[in-house]
């Protein structure tokens, strides 16, 4: 099965954890609602609203919270580091540097207040740099005080997770199990002779019985005759009942005992239960009493310690991780604790979700992790290789590429289950296993592999075994390859493993036009498969390849060169350059207009499938000019406010090509901030009919005052959902997706504030319905986000006379990852107006959708554009030198004409040098971006700065685009002078040298009183 918690509950947990300054720049301030005063709180612009209020009705009560510090560690060149304890190194010390270096004045700060009981439970993290707590309103002030502190948040409840679903009626053992027969395992091991020597999996689940039969020789920690070391093998961060010793493994579940079986478990007899028997596992508990003991078990995976939680040593991890768990789809929330993982080499192998269904209704429904770019996602098959029913569908949400990424066998898959038995199970959390234990069998066999995610994962890909389906999800037929039933097909190690046996290097570079260049496809095939590579910034790639012959190409622009029988050998270097000519590029241009009205249309046109073209916006009169490589090309032109239109185009010199699209309808979007734009009239709806909804409930059907059209479909009732939207029509729906428009459910909906809310039953918020005249209004009144807390109060409202929908917003608590918008019934047309608080909401916030046609639909309603900006040094020496890194973020399904990402050169500094040699103008730095395509597009961007004088130094981060959109981030930075003690006849490097150990000193003194676990890291060899 899918091992989650309620919906959104370990996403709801990290949120927590990462929303300062890991997820798509948001916004860090808390907001206040525009009828409510702001509390009376120091420096309450950084503590979450909540937490205000917390404090505010009972200051000598301790909350718990996060102290999320602004600085996180930059792990981009970890991926090019191949030696692998290096790299573990590399990537600790990058995350553990930081925290060290920006935490000192917060522990010492905490310090203070342990001394008096002020605060408690206090705890570092590193994976990412926050300090956990428990504190008084003076504690909470005091840290919101400090610079080095972005945000001050709360914890949040989370539950156990739902009883896995276990069979009993057959446990007899079937040999090899079946999925492991299915998947090729056993011809690996008798070809090959490898069973997994050599590498190491893991999970982080419920725990694991250690001494499980099929388990319990391949434990790490087994020294042999009964002796067991836990050490850097086991970790508990949160005994109970079930497992009370930390210091011995213990599963409380069942779940991960299971899973780890399907890895590696094998008892030497008749139970042949797992794919790489011959590894070895260490295991964390995580899943999920808490919002910390899971975070604790990612950090221990990066770096396991001893049992007292020291001596972190980074090459004891795992190479390959299994996580069974999850939530419903489309919550980014994760990603960046996973490429954390995966930046030290760490494969992520993760469930897909049991969402899935036949039929257009089970499409789009890829869970989450599972679906965020940094994870591996796998769904689940039967034993006659169909797609198990319930298993997640795609597309993904954020790319818009086929999901899942592969398939494995996941219904009816028989493994190991306390205590020493055995059991059934079905799930895409019995799937993921798979792929993990063929990981580690893969780096049995070329331990060259271990560390290289990317290829890895192009193996899995490119040798399963296509399977099709009758299917349509995405507008992709399941008879195509990938499909987003089974993803690219059921794995098949064997074929992986004959691809990369005695493996030896090949590398090259390739120019175009004589220029080293970027972003060409590089494919090599032997065996009938077909792999491929990209080219990186200076035209180079590398590969591991099996011994053979090899025919290769490269690729770009439809432009190919060739090279046939490139040889490889074992543990050799076989250098390949390509030189493909320079590429002619023409111009095409014409006119999009309206097939009715012969208007001009603003629309969107790109080249299918060629993501290093940038797309074009068409003027207002629809008149464009793009240049195109020579070659024959799919032109796609889009505008929200018509059917897309497809046009094959054979490029051969300049040429004009004039598109007529059909309009269709959907809805113009403006806001109160905007001109034209609707004005903020909260009407309240409490002495309307009142609804005690259930965590994910919908009330019965309501009638209309009048007919509301919608999406061009009469209707005369609506439901309403406890997740922030309502719907139209017969099909129910009840958790949210945080994409729009997308064909995932919930359809047919309007969504005011969509998130995991829960009224439970009435006893955290209710929802209220009223009539008036024509119109329909429907108001969240006090309703908390899962488990509870972050009441939220906002309503909309249907007009019957004019079918307008209005979003108004009274009460504005958390709305960090809620999604605004709208969709047809077949999440194919639509509007996006805010994904993840892109657009800022705020109380007294309305924004308007009115139905339209053609050009009177607007582009930029959708808002997705993100930005985060972090100094690399806080508090800086003056005289000293640092850096601000830049991180950028477009998502949404209308690109982003024209970006421009700008900074401010702070008072009080002098510029030094920024990235793309940009120099700034009038104090301001300008990277033009260029015009970004649909879907998910990010980067990033540096600047670094002379620090004269104090006390602060403000820069603010800017991304806007052609339309409109926009969206800003700032850092403000200590500057400190020099000190008048023995200080001021150093020079500059030597003061910070001096100061920085001082801190560090200072940090450990803090620590150790406190005797919180933050260990520094051992000296690497």
């Not at 800086?876 to 690109?895: A, H, K, M």
């Not at 008048?980 to 450990?1004: E, F, H, I, K, T």
Request: aromatic letters at 8%.
């Amino acid at each position: 099965m899918f091992h989650r918690t309620v919906p959104h509950s370990w996403l709801r947990a990290l949120s927590l954890i990462v929303v300062a300054a890991f997820v798509f720049g948001l916004t860090g301030a808390p907001v206040v609602p525009s009828d409510i005063s702001r509390p009376a709180i120091a420096h309450a612009e950084k503590i979450d609203r909540t937490v205000v209020a917390a404090l505010e009705t009972a200051p000598n009560e301790k909350v718990a919270v996060f102290a999320v510090l602004t600085e996180q560690a930059d792990l981009s060149a970890a991926s090019a580091i191949e030696d692998w304890d290096a790299r573990g190194w590399a990537v600790y010390n990058a995350l553990t540097d930081v925290a060290e270096r920006t935490q000192p004045a917060v522990m010492a700060t905490l310090q203070q207040f342990n001394n008096r009981s002020q605060a408690i439970e206090i705890k570092s993290f590193w994976i990412v740099n926050l300090v956990s707590l428990r504190g008084d309103r003076a504690t909470i002030e005091a840290l919101a005080a400090l610079p080095q502190v972005k945000q001050i948040i709360p914890h949040m409840k989370l539950e156990l997770p739902e009883p896995v679903e276990m069979s009993s009626t057959d446990q007899s053992p079937d040999a090899i199990e079946w999925g492991i027969t299915k998947i090729g395992a056993p011809l690996v091991w008798s070809t090959y002779g490898v069973t997994g020597a050599g590498a190491v999996a893991a999970n982080v689940d419920t725990g694991v019985q250690y001494n499980h039969p099929a388990l319990v020789n391949q434990y790490r920690g087994n020294l042999g005759g009964g002796v067991f070391d836990h050490n850097y093998n086991w970790y508990n961060p949160a005994p109970n009942a079930t497992c009370p010793n930390p210091n011995v493994p213990c599963d409380d579940n069942g779940h991960g005992t299971h899973t780890m079986g399907t890895e590696i478990g094998y008892d030497g007899g008749a139970n042949q239960i797992g794919v790489a028997p011959g590894a070895k596992w260490i295991a964390a508990y995580g899943c999920c009493p808490d919002n910390e003991a899971l975070l604790e078990a990612q950090q221990w995976m990066l770096a396991p310690t001893d049992l007292a939680g020291d001596n972190p040593d980074p090459t004891m991890r795992p190479h390959v991780l299994n996580q069974s768990w999850g939530g419903p789809g489309g919550s980014l929330i994760f990603d960046d604790v996973i490429a954390s993982l995966r930046a030290s080499g760490i494969f992520p192998s993760f469930s897909a979700g049991n969402y899935g269904a036949a039929g257009a209704t089970g499409c789009g429904r890829l869970g989450s992790p599972g679906d965020n770019p940094s994870a591996f996602n796998v769904g689940a098959t039967t034993s006659s290789d169909a797609i198990a029913s319930f298993s997640s569908r795609g597309p993904n949400p954020f790319t818009g590429a086929t999901g899942p990424e592969v398939s494995a066998p996941g219904n009816g898959v028989r493994s190991s289950y306390p205590t020493n038995a055995y059991a059934s199970a079905s799930g895409t959390s019995m799937a993921s296993p798979h792929v993990a234990g063929a990981v580690a069998l893969l780096i049995s066999l070329e331990p060259k592999l271990a560390g290289q995610i990317e290829q890895i994962e192009e193996l899995l890909r490119k040798t399963a075994t296509p399977l099709t389906s009758t299917q349509t999800c995405g507008g992709v037929p399941g008879s195509q390859i990938p499909n987003n039933v089974f993803g690219w097909g059921r794995i098949d190690v064997k074929a992986a493993a004959d691809m990369i046996y005695q493996a030896g290097v090949i590398q090259g570079t390739v120019t175009v036009g004589g220029v080293p260049t970027a972003g060409v496809t590089v494919s090599y095939t032997r065996l009938g498969k077909t792999l491929t590579t990209t080219t990186d910034a200076n035209g180079f790639y590398k590969v591991l390849a099996g011994a053979g012959l090899w025919n290769m190409s490269a690729t770009i622009f439809g432009q190919s060169v060739t090279a046939a029988g490139v040889g490889v050998m074992q543990n050799t270097v076989t250098t390949r350059n390509f030189a493909i000519p320079a590429i002619a590029v023409h111009t095409v241009s014409g006119v999009v207009s309206d097939a009715i009205s012969s208007v001009g249309v603003p629309a969107m046109l790109l080249i299918a499938d060629q993501p290093l073209l940038a797309p074009v916006w068409a003027s207002a009169t629809g008149a464009y000019s793009m240049s195109v490589p020579a070659g024959t090309w799919n032109l796609v032109v889009s505008h929200p406010g018509y059917d897309t239109a497809t046009r094959s185009i054979t490029v051969s010199g300049d040429m004009t090509v004039d598109i007529q699209l059909t309009p269709r309808g959907n809805y113009a979007c403006l806001d109160n901030t905007q001109p034209g734009g609707p004005t903020y009239n909260w009407i309240d709806a409490t002495d309307g009919t009142a609804y005690s909804l259930a965590d994910d409930g919908n009330t019965p059907n309501i009638t209309l005052p009048g007919t509301f059209t919608y999406f061009g479909a009469d209707y005369t009732s609506v439901r309403v959902n406890a997740n922030g939207f309502i719907f139209f029509g017969t099909t129910t729906y009840d958790v949210t997706h945080m994409i729009l428009p997308f064909e995932g459910r919930p359809n047919n909906d309007a969504m005011a504030y969509g998130d995991d809310l829960n009224p439970e039953d009435g006893t955290q918020g209710k929802v209220y319905v009223k009539t008036i005249g024509n119109t329909l209004v429907a108001q969240w009144h006090q309703v908390e986000h899962w488990a509870s807390g972050f009441p939220e109060t906002f309503q909309i409202i249907l007009d019957t006379d004019t079918d307008t929908i209005t979003y108004q917003y009274h009460t504005v608590s958390w709305p960090d990852f809620t999604t605004v918008g709208l969709e047809n019934a077949t999440g194919t047309v639509g509007q996006l107006y805010s994904y993840q608080n892109s657009a800022n909401l705020v109380s007294g916030r309305a924004v308007r959708f009115t139905p339209a046609t053609g050009v009177g639909v607007n582009w930029g309603c959708d808002h997705a554009l993100a930005v985060t900006i972090a100094d690399d040094m806080d508090p800086v020496p003056q005289g000293n030198t640092y850096t601000y890194r830049i991180n950028w973020n477009v998502l949404g399904f209308g690109g982003a004409p024209d970006a421009q990402l700008t900074a401010t050169v702070p008072g009080n500094t002098s510029f030094v040098a920024a990235s793309g040699g940009i120099t700034p103008v009038g104090g301001v730095l300008t990277w033009n971006l260029g015009s970004q395509r649909p879907g998910m597009q990010d980067g990033s961007a540096w600047f670094t700065v002379k620090a004269n004088s104090g006390p602060l130094a403000t820069t603010t981060a800017t991304i806007s685009d052609g339309s409109g959109k926009s969206a800003s981030n700032q850092e403000t930075t200590t500057i400190e002078a020099p000190s008048a003690v023995g200080l001021a006849g150093l020079d500059a490097n030597q003061d910070g040298a001096m100061r920085n150990g001082l801190l560090l000193g200072a940090a450990a003194a803090a620590l150790a009183a406190l005797g919180v676990g933050f260990a520094r890291r051992r000296r690497s060899a």
